[in-house]
């Protein structure tokens, strides 16, 4: 229901992530989904072989490959691309044979945004996650700069360039500046602000402030 909402406030796709220990959602979750989300759905997951199975099986969107612990509320950071690039190859092609686009969500560091290149990655999402936490001013706008970079480079060597992780109605008047960007998931703001004003409302804001 949440995600028909979002879509008919104007949600251009819809993000879940089915976690190894089922935390968040379950199997039957991304099955309804699949036959009801009409914009594109996009399935968070970590790069193992049960998991991309059942991607293989579900046919998502789009697939986000992301790094995961098990004692963490959410995802802390991204993915270290550079350092399992070999293993991430094998799951990459799987699931283009499946025709199923990936996406690596990275941290803003040049040395992944090539190794995402190297490995024909389709998209990469920029992990927002250091800008959005920054405690001051002078940090924000070191970390925002990094983003910038990120995104400049991806776009230059063909990466497409999504962005997410803490951005909220405050801090996406930054990070709208970066014509690179693609595309934001945005959940927990989005959610917390429905609780008070219902997800419709709460969705054709932030679509209101990402689109300026």
Avoid: C
């Avoid at 993000?15 to 099955?31: F, N």
């Avoid at 579900?58 to 802390?76: A, C, F, G, N, S």
């Avoid at 190297?118 to 001013?137: K, M, N, Q, S």
Wanted: net charge negative; glycine share 6%.
């Amino acid at each position: 229901m949440a995600a028909a909402l979002a879509e008919l406030a104007g949600a251009q796709g819809i993000v879940v992530h089915l976690r190894e220990d089922r935390r968040h959602i379950q199997d039957r979750d991304v099955e309804v989904l699949r036959r009801t989300v009409k914009t594109k759905l996009n399935l968070e997951m970590a790069a193992t072989e049960e998991i991309v199975k059942i991607a293989l099986r579900m046919k998502p969107d789009i697939v986000t490959l992301v790094p995961e612990k098990r004692q963490e509320l959410t995802t802390e950071g991204g993915l270290d691309v550079a350092l399992y690039e070999e293993s991430l190859k094998g799951v990459i092609k799987t699931l283009h044979d499946g025709d199923i686009a990936v996406s690596l969500f990275i941290n803003a560091d040049p040395n992944q945004i090539k190794s995402a290149q190297r490995l024909e990655a389709d998209y990469v999402e920029i992990h927002t996650g250091t800008f959005t936490e920054a405690a001051t001013f002078a940090k924000r706008q070191e970390e925002f700069e990094r983003v910038v970079t990120a995104a400049k480079l991806s776009r230059k060597l063909g990466l497409g360039v999504h962005a997410g992780h803490g951005v909220d109605y405050r801090n996406v008047f930054w990070l709208r500046k970066i014509s690179e960007i693609e595309e934001f998931s945005i959940g927990h703001a989005v959610i917390a602000r429905a609780v008070l004003v219902g997800i419709e409302r709460a969705v054709k804001e932030m679509i209101a402030l990402v689109n300026g």
